[in-house]
Antibody, heavy 121, light 108 residues
Framework: QLQMRESGPQVLKPSETLSLTCTVSGGSISSSSHFWGWIRQPPGKGLEWIGSIDYSGTTYYNPSLKSRITIFADTARNEFALKMSSVTAADTSFFYC?????????????WGQGTVVTVSS | SYVLTQPPSVSVAPGKTASIACGGNNIGSESVHWYQQKPGQAPVLVIQHDSDRPSGIPERFSGSNSGNTATLTISRVEAGDEADYYCQVWDRSSDHYVFGPGTKVTVL
């Protein structure tokens, strides 16, 4: 059964770079049938898709975040990662890694448990 | 980019029916997905492609989509249905995924 787990620093200072990793077990991120992505949720607020990566390494980013984010995959470790530069307090959020199919209008069927990142000076 | 609207809250008595609307320009031509999120938990996909229930989702959850409104309906509401519900579509014009602001369902 597929499992995904997010990991990374939980506290950052403003202007630092956020780095999160999603470790996948029970399935391969090299699958041509799926995308692997990130979604965030500020405490008490709604969901925002950050971006996704496919098996070939092609990335798709939220236009509102594109200038600050990079998503990349390590197929040897079966992990994919998110980097977000120049964070501010507004980036304080729960971050979820997700798996969705390569059919663009499908939903997000699999979610990690999430990890919270707080940006504070 | 594509904008989705949802009522902030819906209240319903146990055993009754809750309907949650998701508004968007000609949303009936899009594929709408619905997620349930309970406090402290990750969202769960409860309806995909307007009306399809993923495996394990009770039949009490159903969906429809037409015109400018998609609707999630929860029949015979139970206390355990109390949660936030989000609709979501893929915005093909800007090639990114959009969520509605969420609706908090309270079981009276």
């Amino acid at each position: 059964q597929l499992q995904m787990r997010e990991s990374g620093p939980q506290v950052l200072k403003p202007s630092e770079t956020l780095s999160l990793t999603c470790t996948v077990s029970g399935g391969s991120i090299s699958s041509s049938s799926h995308f692997w992505g990130w979604i965030r949720q500020p405490p008490g607020k709604g969901l925002e898709w950050i971006g996704s990566i496919d098996y070939s390494g092609t990335t798709y980013y939220n236009p509102s975040l594109k200038s600050r984010i990079t998503i990349f995959a390590d197929t040897a470790r079966n992990e994919f990662a998110l980097k977000m530069s120049s964070v501010t307090a507004a980036d304080t959020s729960f971050f979820y890694c997700v798996r969705h199919t390569n059919t663009r209008n499908d939903g997000f069927a699999m979610w990690g448990q999430g990890t919270v990142v707080t940006v504070s000076s | 980019s594509y904008v989705l609207t949802q009522p902030p809250s819906v209240s319903v008595a146990p055993g009754k029916t809750a309907s949650i609307a998701c508004g968007g320009n000609n949303i009936g031509s899009e594929s709408v997905h619905w997620y349930q999120q309970k406090p402290g938990q990750a969202p769960v996909l409860v309806i995909q492609h307007d009306s399809d229930r993923p495996s394990g989702i009770p039949e009490r959850f159903s969906g429809s989509n037409s015109g400018n409104t998609a609707t999630l309906t929860i029949s015979r509401v139970e206390a355990g249905d109390e949660a936030d519900y989000y609709c979501q579509v893929w915005d093909r014009s800007s090639d990114h995924y959009v969520f509605g602001p969420g609706t908090k369902v309270t079981v009276l």
